[in-house]
């Protein structure tokens, strides 16, 4: 039966090829290139590479710059290294933008929060840009980043820092969650934390009082609870401002830096 219909189809279209004008050939032909392309595209995970890491430009200063990936594709950031990085091994930060993927999300990240509040602190700032951080092919990206970072940047090895707004913000909760070996300490910034449990690191949580998208007060009992545990943990609860926060929102973030080398490291 299956080689009667196959026979019947292929003198369908033999018949449309030479004889029929009326036949349209387009309700057959492929683009196989495109079909070819999306294929490659659903399959492949441009991932970054040791050299890409190694040979990324460390000089000091304030710049935006992009990654090398596999499959001749790139990984937009943003970075500052201090001049003492130089001499020195440095902490690291690693600051995980809000909203989706979007050019420029992590130069406006850096620009308007992180490198305001930080940039005299003596630590290396680096910002991806990564959309929903919780994602398969981003856990794979930050996995492999700090893999190679670790290997090749002149950083401290022990002082790795993850932060973030917003989306960065739980992102900030789900990866030390997951991945207690990535980072040494968080400062989730107005994001979700589901927790109830201990943060297997150290962790200093920023939200606005008045914070639309999460509740501040359902935060700081999560966080009284889990102080009462002996969690070495804190809350800056900025009073007056909402999910969008403000400019103190940099002096919280400062205060959590300062909190990191004075109290806990």
């Not at 001499?87 to 850096?110: F, V, W, Y």
């Not at 990206?141 to 893999?147: E, Y």
């Not at 993850?162 to 400062?187: E, L, Q, R």
Request: proline share 6%; with cysteine; hydrophobic share 35%.
């Amino acid at each position: 039966m299956k080689i009667y219909y196959e026979g019947l189809l292929i003198t369908y279209l033999v018949f449309c090829f030479f004889f029929w004008p009326s036949c349209n050939r387009s309700d057959f032909d492929i683009d196989v290139e495109t079909t070819m392309d999306t294929t490659i595209q659903e399959r492949i995970v441009p991932l970054p590479t040791s050299e890409g890491v190694q040979n990324f430009n460390l000089s000091g200063g304030r710049r935006d710059a992009t990654i090398p990936l596999t499959h001749d594709r790139s990984w937009e950031c943003s970075i500052y290294v201090p001049e003492s990085a130089a001499t020195d091994t440095l902490p690291l930060c690693i600051a995980l933008h809000g909203g989706n993927e979007e050019p420029g999300a992590a130069k406006r990240l850096m620009d308007n929060l992180i490198y305001p509040a930080l940039k005299n602190q003596d630590i290396i700032l680096f910002a991806p840009v990564g959309g929903i951080w919780w994602s398969e092919i981003n856990e794979q990206r930050i996995s492999l980043l700090i893999q190679y970072i670790k290997e090749y940047w002149p950083i401290d090895t022990q002082k790795i820092i993850v932060t973030g707004y917003s989306n960065g913000g739980t992102a900030s909760t789900y990866f030390p969650t997951k991945y207690p070996s990535w980072f040494d300490a968080s400062i989730p910034m107005a994001g979700n934390f589901e927790g109830t449990e201990c943060l297997p690191i150290p962790a200093y949580f920023i939200y606005g009082g008045q914070d639309e998208n999460y509740s501040a007060s359902n935060l700081q009992n999560k966080v009284e609870s889990q102080i009462a545990k002996g969690c070495v943990v804190q809350l800056d609860v900025i009073e007056g401002y909402g999910h969008a926060g403000g400019p103190l929102v940099q002096t919280s973030l400062r205060n959590a830096i300062l909190w990191l080398k004075n109290d806990v490291w």
